[in-house]
Nanobody, 114 residues
Framework: VQLQAFGGGLVQAGGSLRLSCVATGITFNQYDINWYRQAPGEERNMVASITGGGTETYADSVKDRFSISRVNVRNTVHLQMNSLKPEDTAVYYC?????????WGKGTQVTVSS
């Protein structure tokens, strides 16, 4: 099983980035896909989640700015991040979770400059 996250980078405050997570080795539509982030010295926290059926959940801090979507035929989940703030700076991780299994990918760095 592999989860590959990409799309991070350096952006100015107010800008946008689109992260993608591509999964291999799992029956993709049977997994919820979650985006987490972790800033230096802080805990890893969930940012957004999408179920296999497409139900979306967002952390309050990103609601109305971030949008998660999935393309099951491509085993891909996107996280569209708009109106980025310096406090969004973190390493972003994607996670695939079913009732019995959980897989993590390596993170992608997002840095928002003020």
């Amino acid at each position: 099983v592999q989860l590959q996250a990409f799309g991070g980078g350096l952006v100015q405050a107010g800008g946008s980035l689109r992260l993608s997570c591509v999964a291999t080795g799992i029956t993709f539509n049977q997994y919820d896909i979650n985006w987490y982030r972790q800033a230096p010295g802080e805990e890893r926290n969930m940012v957004a989640s999408i179920t296999g059926g497409g139900t979306e959940t967002y952390a309050d801090s990103v609601k109305d700015r971030f949008s998660i979507s999935r393309v099951n035929v491509r085993n891909t989940v996107h996280l569209q991040m708009n109106s980025l703030k310096p406090e969004d700076t973190a390493v972003y991780y994607c996670n695939a979770r079913s009732f019995v299994k959980s897989y993590w990918g390596k993170g992608t760095q997002v840095t928002v400059s003020s």
